[in-house]
């Protein structure tokens, strides 16, 4: 499963892509606002970052103004994806998108039927939103288990993007319903490598080290 980072915030994805963790990030208007940075300005810097895919959504919610927009976001670099919502003039951008040969996320997904039509209109991801349907009393994992057989069963390769994930059982559990890819906002990420076992064996290990007295580099 890739790694996105789920984040508009320079340092964060410098510092994740520093570890080697990222495959990706997206973003959305509202990180976008929480940062504070020009739209522009700021996809263009994370594109130079992390060569893998950057999303950038839209802000037009009709078909024309989803086209004009996404040239413009195409024309920042090579490896930006244009987001779009799910929604039938998304839809239709997503078709003319994936015709034009651009990668295309079809965002917030919140049903089996809306993964079936971003598949069928060529999406090259679909974004389940996980905590989002968990935050109303429905269970986020199980869409990503149908789409997982919906796309396996009728051999669709749209990949799904686990999205609006809010902690480290989210990831193990999308990558276990066989998410392709997960997007994580980057304190999750952070979360997933602590374990308080580690932390204790390994002040163990140092306080050992340090009574044998000896330097490995001498
Ligand atoms: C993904 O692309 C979305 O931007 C994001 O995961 C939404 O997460 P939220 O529900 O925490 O806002």
């Known amino acids: 499963m890739d790694f996105f980072a789920d984040t508009a915030v320079i340092d964060d994805i410098r510092e994740l892509n520093g570890y080697g963790l990222l495959d ?14 020009d739209f522009l300005d700021t996809i263009r810097e994370i594109a130079q970052i992390v060569p893998g895919p950057i999303s950038a959504e839209v802000a037009a919610t009709d078909y024309a103004g989803m086209m004009a927009e996404a040239q ?5 670099a090579e490896n930006v994806v244009i ?10 951008a997503c078709r003319a998108l994936r015709a034009a040969g651009t990668q295309v996320n079809v965002t917030l997904c919140f049903s089996i039927n809306q993964a079936l039509l971003a ?5 090259t991801y679909v974004s389940p939103f996980i ?17 997982r ?7 669709f390769d749209t990949q799904i993007l686990a999205a609006s994930i809010r902690n480290p059982n989210h990831v193990s559990d999308a990558a276990l319903a066989g ?5 994580m906002p980057p ?7 602590k374990h308080p076992l580690t932390d204790k064996g390994l002040a163990a290990f140092i306080a050992d080290w340090k009574q044998t007295g000896q330097k490995i580099i001498k």
């Not at 304190?187 to 490598?193: G, H, T, Y």
Request: glycine letters at 12%.
């Open 24 to 37: 990706g990030v997206t973003t959305n208007p509202s990180l976008i606002a929480k940062s504070g940075g």
């Open 72 to 76: 413009v976001l195409s024309a920042i």
């Open 83 to 92: 987001k779009v919502p799910l929604t039938l003039d998304g839809l239709k």
């Open 119 to 123: 598949a069928k209109a060529g999406a």
């Open 131 to 147: 905590g989002r349907l968990d935050d109303i009393n429905l269970d986020g994992m199980e869409l990503i288990h149908a789409i």
């Open 149 to 155: 057989a919906l796309y396996d069963g009728q051999g």
């Open 179 to 183: 998410a392709d890819v997960a997007t």
């Open 187 to 193: 304190d999750v990420i952070r979360a997933l490598v």
